[in-house]
């Protein structure tokens, strides 16, 4: 039993592919980026796409066998000669798949562990409703299982480096810190180098298209590396993005106007994205990327070329990151509510003469004004733009 790799007419297997995937659309997107295999043992058995997402993380995009040999350990044995092909190559391998019991105990058996959640990747990405096991697919689940012959992306450090970090254990006993890839570390020891020493982890921030975690933390969660300060940090630009969507609507020979109607969304808010004073909302992504014929990943990178790295991190970045906005704005909402209410509490108090009546006036239009702005915030942040 071996893998053999397909280099051409790969679409020579879209029977077996669309078992996997039953949008050919969808495979579309990942098939001549990625490597595909088929699994051959008298004949094929089933086949697998596996695409490099960046971060030192190999994605199994596609995999399936033939209905006549199901349930005969051969999905397993694919997954088992993957992890044998490229062990050491990669950090880490990662699947996506649907919320379906079936398949999430298959990955989980094969040693895959969850790792995050895109919500309404199904709906959002594809035109008709995906079952699995008779189980409607909402939310796109991913797993991961280490690949590196250490533990996954783990850079020793020396132990005096150690001191003073925090990571939820003895700092001490934590001596190591997680990297992007171990193929091209930034800056980090790797195992042809020496180990880091406190001094070199100095002026150093954390980076990813990950949630990013306190700076003082030394042991990182999977995909986060270090990097030098000053290096921006975000994978997404808004007005790198906004140009993009112009772009690519104005190739599809749309206005604003036309392009707010497909999404349900006014041409003001479009406007709003093309000018970069703000990213188009997560769960718009995956209509606005079939709008356009973009990818998620080259919609929030703003690069055309993008080849879909860490495509299921931003959007889970974005999604953080909006909710976090929004919980700001709601809050600095409810803050300027309650100012006003106190203002208005204090101008019924005033009077008496001339001058203090002037000022009772003055401080309830405050109170008012505070009011009122303080409801459009919260509004905005908690019903939507």
């Not at 029977?15 to 996997?20: K, M, N, T, V």
């Not at 718009?284 to 709008?291: D, F, I, M, Y």
């Not at 970045?317 to 929004?326: D, H, M, N, V």
Request: net charge neutral.
């Amino acid at each position: 039993m071996k893998l053999l790799e397909v280099k051409e007419n790969k679409k020579a297997f879209l029977d077996l592919l669309l078992l996997a995937d039953e949008e050919e659309a969808m495979v579309d997107r990942y098939l001549e980026k990625g490597t595909m295999y088929l699994l051959a043992e008298d004949g094929v058995k089933g086949e697998c796409v596996v695409l490099d997402v960046g971060d030192g993380t190999l994605e199994i995009k596609n995999i399936a066998v033939a209905p006549a040999f199901h349930r005969k350990g051969y999905g397993k044995a694919m997954i088992d000669l993957l992890e044998q092909k490229y062990r050491g190559q990669y950090t880490r391998l990662q699947v996506g798949t649907g919320d379906s019991p079936a398949t999430l105990g298959f990955y989980k058996a094969c040693g895959f562990t969850p790792s995050h959640t895109v919500p309404n990747f199904f709906t959002d990405n594809y035109r008709h409703p995906i079952y699995d096991g008779g189980v409607l697919l909402r939310d796109m689940i991913y797993l991961q299982k280490p690949l590196s012959s250490k533990a996954p992306g783990l850079w020793e450090l020396a132990p005096e480096a150690t001191e003073g970090f925090t990571a939820g254990t003895s700092p001490k006993a934590q001596t190591h810190v997680e990297t992007c890839d171990p193929r091209n570390p930034p800056g980090l020891a790797s195992p042809n180098h020496p180990p880091l020493t406190r001094g070199a982890l100095a002026g150093m921030v954390p980076h990813s298209p990950q949630i990013l975690p306190k700076r003082d933390c030394l042991f990182v969660r999977c995909g986060v590396c270090w990097c030098q300060k000053n290096q921006e940090v975000s994978s997404m630009n808004a007005h790198i993005t906004g140009k993009l969507i112009a772009q690519k609507r104005r190739e599809k020979n749309l206005t604003q106007e036309q392009l707010g109607e497909l999404l349900h969304v006014s041409n003001k808010t479009v406007s709003k994205w093309e000018t970069g004073r703000c990213m188009p909302d997560y769960t718009l992504v995956g209509r606005l990327c079939r709008e356009l014929d973009i990818t998620p990943a080259q919609l929030l990178t703003g690069e055309e070329q993008a080849d879909g790295p860490g495509e299921a991190q931003l959007l889970e970045l974005l999604r953080r990151t909006q909710a976090l906005e929004k919980q700001r704005t709601g809050l600095f909402g409810l803050v300027l509510i309650v100012m006003g209410i106190s203002l208005m509490t204090v101008s019924q108090n005033l009077g008496g003469s001339d001058f203090r009546d002037f000022l009772s006036g003055l401080i309830l239009g405050l109170s008012v004004g505070e009011m009122l702005v303080g409801i459009y915030l919260t509004a905005r942040a908690y019903l939507g733009q």
